[in-house]
């Protein structure tokens, strides 16, 4: 996950899909994996937490939590008759070779007082009893007390080898943790390795990763292809400035594809703001739109012409606009990993599909499905986190296990202004 504007993140989850993903049984194994329930809807919740691992030593991790405590209910129902809120985070770690079994766990209940409602936010720290060389799903529960809500996030906690994004802790200048990948224009950052000397470190420069292969397409993005540029940073005081606009690779040795991978994206990221940018995105249902000689010299003018050409109408053609870029702002919340969620393989199926019916993980694997579990019309898409990582949010969509994908029907229906939004109908006869 990565930080951005809270309050621009409320406005866009009023506006954020209605459906709510159940957690689904299938296999046994599928049922003993940490189920999911409104993992990308954030319109399904009222507390939006981040959170992000950092590893201590080769026994212990760190897991850092950041809630806002305006988005929990405070009361004066309590003995002291003063405002309060209560919060309870719990962490159950989960050994990828066996999902059904919890490792370890931590909890913690917070008493906010009317002092914390003036913060803009709140972090917290968690420890954890986690094993070199080993792979976790961590499975984070927030509960808002007073309101009976809960969210829940799943992270990778991937100790593999000590070259893992986690071993690196970024923190703002002030001290506070850095949540995400994503930096503010001009942003530093503090850059520490609990086993390394970060006096220098290797960079590996990517000026703009490309987007995710349809998903028809078997062969899949491992790893960032072969970096722009790359050079040894003399790290001053250990802090970090990124001048150029892209994607940074930053490792102690000179190993590409390990690390921890940081993005510095345009202005206004996780959105996409300008006509050229938009049109660059509409790439998964207009693959023209890649070609210099078909958006000609005036993105404003093709973008707003292949918009209404998709419905004939103004007002058809904004809640289309509506519902893509949405998508793509999500996309970016949830699935940025050594680029921007929108180009990834999740990122692309969001934006197209929309919001999964079911998910489920279970060991590495992330199972995406549109439609029943039994169903014969079911679309079914399985991503496959890679270990060893310079990204904890590393999917990678497996092509063999995926099936019934209608992917040129559904991009089709795009073109026909008919954005696909899974009905409960469309299983009807199904069985």
């Not at 093709?302 to 998709?310: E, K, N, V």
């Not at 970016?332 to 929108?342: D, L, T, V």
Request: aromatic share 12%; proline share 4%; net charge positive.
């Amino acid at each position: 996950m990565f930080r951005i504007n809270r309050s621009s993140f409320r406005t866009t989850v009023l506006i954020a899909f209605a459906a709510v993903m159940v957690s689904c049984a299938g296999s046994r194994r599928a049922q003993q994996s940490v189920k999911l329930a409104d993992m990308y809807n954030p319109g399904a919740n009222s507390v939006h937490p981040e959170v992000k691992v950092f590893h201590l030593n080769d026994s212990l991790s760190e897991l850092n939590v950041q809630i806002y405590p305006q988005e929990i209910l405070f009361s004066t129902d309590n003995p002291d008759s003063t405002l309060q809120g209560i919060v309870r985070f719990e962490a159950e770690l989960y050994n990828v070779k066996d999902s059904s079994v919890v490792v370890d766990t931590v909890s913690l209940r917070l008493t906010l007082d009317q002092q914390s409602l003036r913060k803009p936010s709140i972090q917290q720290k968690l420890i954890l009893h986690a094993k070199y060389t080993e792979c976790y799903v961590l499975k984070f529960t927030v509960t808002d007390v007073l309101r009976e809500r809960v969210a829940v996030v799943l992270q990778m906690v991937d100790k593999t080898n000590r070259n893992t994004s986690q071993w690196y802790k970024t923190t703002n200048i002030d001290g506070s943790t850095f949540f995400g990948m994503a930096l503010r224009n001009g942003a530093s950052l503090v850059l520490t390795h609990p086993t390394k000397n970060l006096d220098s470190a290797y960079v590996f420069y990517y000026k703009q990763l490309p987007v995710s292969p349809s998903p028809v397409v078997a062969v899949r993005e491992l790893l960032p292809p072969s970096a722009d540029s790359a050079w040894v940073w003399k790290v001053k005081d250990r802090k970090l400035t990124f001048p150029y606009e892209g994607s940074y690779l930053i490792c102690a040795d000179s190993l590409p594809g390990k690390g921890v991978i940081l993005g510095q994206f345009h202005n206004g990221f996780p959105r996409r703001i300008t006509s050229c940018q938009l049109l660059e995105s509409m790439v998964y249902i207009e693959p023209r739109v890649v070609d210099s000689s078909f958006i000609g010299s005036n993105c404003k003018l093709t973008l707003d012409s292949l918009w209404l050409s998709r419905t004939g109408n103004q007002e058809a053609s904004r809640e289309l606009i509506r519902i893509y870029y949405n998508r793509l702002f999500l996309a970016n919340y949830f699935f940025s990993s050594y680029k921007e969620g929108w180009k990834t393989d999740r990122g692309m199926v969001f934006m197209v599909y929309g919001l999964p019916n079911q998910i489920f993980r279970y060991g590495l694997n992330e199972v995406w499905v549109y439609g029943k579990m039994s169903g014969k019309k079911s679309t079914r898409f399985h991503f496959r986190y890679h270990t060893g990582s310079a990204s904890p949010n590393d999917f990678v969509m497996d092509y063999r296990r995926s099936s019934n994908l209608k992917w040129r029907t559904i991009t089709d229906g795009w073109k026909n202004g008919k954005p696909f939004i899974y009905e409960e109908e469309d299983e009807e006869g199904a069985e």
